[in-house]
């Protein structure tokens, strides 16, 4: 019923173009006819008038039919660009062309003596006009056209702001008024393309922008103000609803300065893609994304270096934990380096299953992906594997993360993070692995948790499989929370909004250290090639970010406004869970140092007790709820969780 409407709605406006066209090629030549003849001191001197009425017929037809030729019937004008215009100029010069062909032949055939004499009086009556007639004709004909069609697109808006869009139930609902920030190319284009969908996605009212000479002007008819400190004053003038940063070359800093303008208002906040995320550099609104909580980091995010990674070339690389958040974008990460295979190793098959789809249908086969399902538990189960395979790289992902649930399951914690991590470590280096790098985390720094005292101990187990293991190269990759990953905080607030709140924080005053999925890749990636060997590598994560103000942030981000919208709640820490994480222990800070990127801190081996560390492992095999917490302390003193 709907297309049916809008067919019929449709011819509506083509038969009123023609109608429209028929009438302005007549009055054209009418037009120009009597403006030449003016100073002949009558406008419409005798043979004039008839001459232009023995002929409006066949000049109409001979129009209408170049129009039609040339497709300016069957073009959709409100998306009209350069090629149109060209072709609209070309019918009306095809179409006077033609006709001053049709006025010669008219005039020979009338000039002969035997249709002189049966046509006298119709002959006497046609006149020839001239070449300034025609010439002026034709250019009065093309403008008073073009003008018919941008009036039709005109109309179009108007049709469109008066409907607006529609609904998933089919009710009519209002458009978003949207302010863009930038008045560069990336603006005008994202403008053009919002005016042109007939603003069925948004209607631009203003452009906002720092530059003080594009000020008080307008850009495709949107009025351009600024600075960017005006936008929550802009916003409320102008009723706007959506922000949308249209600056590709947007530096992180001044990104950080706008969003925190724009997060002052109640509006949604959108941004176009970067030039990386463009793969034709090109800008489109459909490209335009929601502003993302790992564009609020207090820093740029970290672009490592890619030649560091020329280890992986033509290698079989083992990811431990492939299926998840981080282990899956360590693939992503590995495949860009042309390695032979990458084996995904994982437990849960149906992430792994998903995986292997995306890379296959990304990179075409190249490497090749395959999938082994299996517990890093089972060691068994990994010789199978490592001799199949015979990695020479392993990414030792595998391992379990939440800190209140492995308070509640200790012993499962030491099984899967500590012998995990020593039976892969263990069959890694009898199957002559050359580099194995294990993802540790900030909380095994002086631990409060079970996880956390886990992962300290996997540190130190990786430090002594590289120390009585000289054919491999072990490492551990520190990082602090991962935006987006699995469990994390993030898809929690998430979840909590799209319930109506509230939204739960453990406490005002927490703060951690953030990065995104991506950043912990490339680190673990690039560890893999600077690793000597017993290090512990921590990326230059800046200054920790309070926990409120990010959930503050996403709330906004949601487009709601906190503590109106979405309550918060402070819950109180729970078990584990400290105020604040560090990054590196002090003996490490002392040794530590830089690497040549100056974006990745690596740590040199400390001392610690080997004999304790064996003898206790031993212990902890058979560890039970009442004593596991105190043999985790027995490694790491620093540990304050029993």
């Not at 090629?25 to 120009?32: I, K, M, P, Q, S």
């Not at 009209?80 to 032949?105: E, H, P, R, Y």
């Amino acid at each position: 019923m709907k297309q049916e409407k809008t067919k019929r709605s449709f011819k509506q406006r083509q038969t009123l173009l023609v109608i429209a066209d028929a009438f302005i090629v007549n009055a054209a030549y009418f037009f120009v006819a009597a403006i030449e003849n003016y100073n002949k001191g009558d406008i419409f001197y005798s043979s004039l008038v008839p001459t232009l009425l023995l002929r409006t017929f066949f000049v109409t037809i001979i129009y209408l039919a170049a129009f039609k030729i040339l497709g300016l019937y069957n073009t959709l004008w409100r998306y009209a660009g350069v090629n149109d215009l060209i072709m609209c100029a070309a019918a009306a010069l095809t179409g006077t062309v033609v006709s001053i062909g049709f006025d010669v032949v008219v005039n020979i055939l009338l000039d002969a003596p035997f249709i002189y004499k049966r046509f006298q009086s119709i002959a006497d009556r046609f006149d020839n006009l001239s070449v300034m007639v025609y010439f002026s004709a034709t250019f009065t004909i093309f403008a008073l056209v073009l003008c018919s069609r941008l009036y039709y697109r005109l109309m179009g808006y108007r049709d469109s702001n008066r409907t607006g869009a529609v609904s998933a139930d089919g009710a009519p609902k209002k458009n978003k008024r949207i302010m863009i920030v930038g008045a560069g190319d990336t603006g005008m284009i994202i403008i053009s393309q919002l005016q042109g969908n007939l603003q069925r996605l948004g209607k631009p009212v203003v452009v906002v922008d720092d530059d003080p000479a594009k000020q008080g002007k307008k850009l495709r008819g949107v009025p351009i103000q600024g600075g960017c400190e005006k936008i929550p004053e802009l916003a409320e003038k102008y009723h706007v609803n959506e922000i949308m940063l249209c600056i590709l070359t947007l530096s992180p800093e001044k990104q950080q300065e706008i969003i925190g303008y724009a997060m002052k208002t109640d509006c949604e906040l959108k941004t176009t893609a970067t030039l990386l995320e463009m793969p034709d550099e090109k800008p489109d609104v459909r490209q335009v994304r929601n502003i993302e909580i790992s564009d609020l980091l207090l820093r740029p995010e970290v672009k490592l270096d890619t030649k560091i990674c020329d280890y992986l070339r033509d290698q079989t690389v083992l990811v431990t934990g492939g299926g998840g958040s981080i282990g899956s974008e360590i693939c992503r990460q590995v495949a860009a380096y042309a390695p032979k295979t990458i084996v995904i190793f994982d437990i849960y098959e149906n992430c792994a299953f998903s995986l292997k789809n995306q890379m296959d249908s990304r990179f075409g086969g190249t490497p090749a992906v395959v999938i082994r399902i299996g517990s890093v538990r089972d060691e068994d189960r990994l010789r199978e594997v490592f001799e199949e395979f015979k990695p020479s790289v392993v990414f030792h992902a595998a391992a379990h993360k939440h800190v209140p649930i492995m308070e509640e399951n200790a012993c499962e914690a030491v099984k899967n993070n500590i012998f995990g991590t020593y039976n892969t470590a263990k069959v890694a280096a009898e199957y002559d692995v050359k580099r194995f790098i294990m993802l540790s985390t900030d909380k095994a720094v002086n631990p409060s948790s079970v996880m956390g005292a886990t992962k300290r101990v996997t540190e130190l187990v990786i430090q002594h499989m590289n120390a009585v293991n000289p054919g491999t190269r072990f490492a551990a990759v520190r990082f602090g929370n991962v935006l987006g990953s699995n469990g994390s905080v993030i898809p929690t607030f998430r979840e909590q909004i799209q319930q109506g709140g509230p939204v739960t924080v453990t406490h005002p005053d927490i703060t951690r250290y953030f990065m995104t999925i991506p950043e912990a890749a490339q680190l673990v990636v690039q560890a893999g090639g600077l690793a000597v060997g017993g290090e512990v590598f921590v990326l230059d994560m800046g200054e920790p970010v309070k926990v409120l103000s990010l959930a503050e942030s996403i709330i906004r981000l949601s487009g709601y406004v906190p503590y109106k919208d979405i309550q918060i709640v402070f819950t109180g820490l729970r078990p584990g869970e400290k105020l604040y994480e560090e990054l590196s222990l002090p003996e490490e800070i002392k040794s530590g140092k830089m690497t040549a990127n100056n974006t990745i801190f690596v740590t040199e081996a400390v001392c610690y007790d080997e004999k304790c560390l064996l003898e206790t492992l031993d212990e902890l095999k058979h560890a039970n709820s009442s004593n596991v917490r105190a043999l985790l302390k027995k490694i790491v003193p620093s540990y304050s969780g029993c």
